[in-house]
Each structure stands twice: as C-alpha cells, then as structure tokens.
C-alpha cells in the first residue's frame, strides 16, 4: 500500500519554479492628464491601506481635546463671575469654585453656593458679555 502512494506522487521540478518570470502589463496613457494621475495615485494610496492589514491606517482623533478643562480652569483662576443658564431656562450668577466629569459648584454672593449637574447646564457665558455672544 506504501508504494502505491509513493508512486502516484510525482517529483516536484523546482527548476520549473524557479525559471518563472511575473508579467506585469505597462499602462501607460496617451494623454497625461494631471488630475487624472492625481486621482490614480490618489485611488492607488486608498486601496494600499485597505490592502496593507490596517497598518497604514491613520489614527483617530482624540477623544477629549481638554478644551473644557481649559476654559475652566482660566475661569476659575482669574474668578471671571459668570452667568449659568440652566435647562429650564434659570440663570445662576456665580463665579466657579472647582469643576469635575460631572458638575461645577458656583460661589454667589449673598446666595448659597451651588453644586451643578453639568447636564442641566444649557450654556454659560462671562457676566460682561451679552447672550448673543457679541
């Protein structure tokens, strides 16, 4: 039984292999067209970073830019009195003692200090500007 398989394969010619030449066609274009060769670089660069396992990816961008805890920690060091507008539309005037993931707490005058829900926080601007931003 051993020999009848060791028969039927037949011996690999690695010379065959070896002497084999890839054939790759030339397209060239008659009429150069630079957009045309930009878009097919462009196409070019799009299918290597599909093709390439993800190596060539480009990175998302973050998730937090830290622009929040900038502008409040400028706010609470130069104590600038700001004006909170609330969900239901009720202003609290204050200046901003200290803040985290989930609320700020907001120091008034003649009023009790507050602990605010960032989420129920519609919007906030410096008590010396208008609403409108301007």
Sequence with gaps: ??????SSTEPVDQ?????RKLIRPNFSRSEPNHNN???HGQSMERRSERTSGGGAKKTPPPETTNAENFYYQKQMQTKTPMV???????EIHGTIEWYDRCCLKLIRNGQPNLMVYKPAIKYMYKEGESKSGS
């Design 84 to 90: 909170v507008i609330l969900r239901d539309g009720e």
């Design 15 to 19: 010379e065959a292999f070896a002497n």
């Design 37 to 39: 060769q930009m878009n």
């Design 1 to 6: 039984m051993r020999e009848t398989l060791d």
